[in-house]
């Protein structure tokens, strides 16, 4: 079994595999422009976070009903399992669906039937963050919070996501003041293709508790000392660091410099039906590439269960960082 972990970055419309997207598309008869599934896996190949983008949204179409967000959550935590993930933190794209006529409603009794059954069918705890889309207006993103009011319950926090550049964080100070207000959780991406500024902005501005990617914060000497003294978490990606060339080849990840600098990193998988593997498979793709040790691995581990929002469940968060202290590491 895989070191026990948290996956902290993870949106759950980024764990549509191939096959669920064509049966899904056969179900809600919904014609996708490619021919299978093979057509479809060759046009995984992004220049930029764009064109990523591009296609991740273009195959949010055949997602119409509560239970194909069932479906698809249940999917990714029976693979996430798998791999070693305890407790999942996921996001998930509400405007995207919105425009599509699919309400906010729709989206989230959907993924919280899956979430219910988590923990009994995959030991796997769980919460739900919403996120806001960057390259929509504050406006829009207003709005959104509003559709969400009646559904708190189920929803732990905000984040935000889509096209970085060009759309820095101050754009949402009251979206995220409204949000505090409501008790709810603040993260956001920044810094992976925008510059260190935005994280800083993210942090001054936002208030986030948690950067996502954050890897552009290297940029920043004062910045690095900051997230370090504060203790702020990142949640890295590697394996889509490298599909969206954000680095060049995973070798050349900074992850091993980050956690000799004393920041909070953790690993996580950000779109795994996309980029090439889930949660486990970054620890290993990292773990290769880079050469990490057992103790830079646990201390992977511990981080993320340390960054995630467990504080309603103390003990719970004690006893997956006991699992990891107590977990044997093959040697390799
Ligand atoms: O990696 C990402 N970056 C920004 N927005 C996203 N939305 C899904 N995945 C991503
Ligand atoms: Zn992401």
Same mark, same amino acid.
């Given at each position: 079994m895989p070191v026990p972990k948290a996956e902290l970055h993870l $949106?759950? &419309?980024?764990?549509?595999? %191939?096959?669920?997207?064509?049966?899904?598309?056969?179900?809600? #008869? +919904?014609t996708l422009p490619y021919a299978d599934t093979e057509a479809l896996r060759e046009a995984y190949r992004f220049s930029d976070l764009q064109s990523f983008l591009?296609?991740?949204?273009?195959?949010m179409a055949v997602l119409r009903t509560a239970d194909d967000f069932t479906e698809l959550a249940d999917a990714y935590l029976?693979?996430?399992?798998?791999?070693?993930?305890? $407790?999942? &933190?996921?996001?998930?794209? %509400?405007?995207?669906?919105?425009?599509?006529?699919?309400?906010? #409603? +729709?989206?989230?009794e959907g993924l919280g039937a899956?979430?219910?059954r988590a923990e009994e069918r995959h030991g796997i705890s769980t919460r739900l963050i919403m996120c806001f889309l960057r390259d929509e207006s504050a406006e829009s993103a207003m709005a959104t919070l509003d559709a969400a009011k009646p559904y708190l319950d189920r929803i732990i926090g905000v984040g935000l996501d889509s096209a970085e550049v060009g759309h820095p964080p101050a754009k949402f100070r009251e979206v995220y003041e409204e949000a505090a207000r409501l008790g709810l959780r603040r993260v956001a991406h920044a810094g992976e293709e925008g510059p260190a500024a935005y994280i800083r902005e993210a942090l001054d501005v936002l208030g986030v508790e948690r950067v996502d990617h954050g890897l552009r914060c290297l940029e920043d000497p004062n910045l690095v000392a900051r997230l370090v003294r504060d203790r702020v978490p990142l949640t890295l990606c590697p394996l889509s660091n490298v599909r969206l060339r954000a680095i060049d080849v995973l070798e050349q990840h900074p992850l091993r410099e980050m956690l000799s600098a004393g920041l909070v990193a953790t690993v996580n998988s950000d779109d795994p039906a996309y980029f090439g593997g889930y949660a486990g498979d970054n620890f290993d793709a990292v773990r290769g590439a880079l050469g990490l040790g057992e103790e830079e691995l646990r201390t992977l581990a511990r981080n993320s269960f340390e960054a995630s929002f467990l504080e309603d469940d103390e003990e719970r968060r004690e006893r997956y960082l006991a699992e990891v202290d107590a977990y044997e590491f093959e040697r390799s």
């Open positions: $949106h759950i &419309e980024g764990t549509l595999e %191939p096959e669920l997207a064509f049966a899904l598309a056969a179900r809600n #008869g +919904v591009d296609l991740y949204y273009s195959l029976a693979r996430a399992a798998e791999q070693g993930v305890r $407790h999942a &933190e996921i996001f998930f794209d %509400p405007q995207a669906h919105a425009v599509r006529g699919v309400p906010m #409603g +729709v989206v989230v899956a979430l219910d």
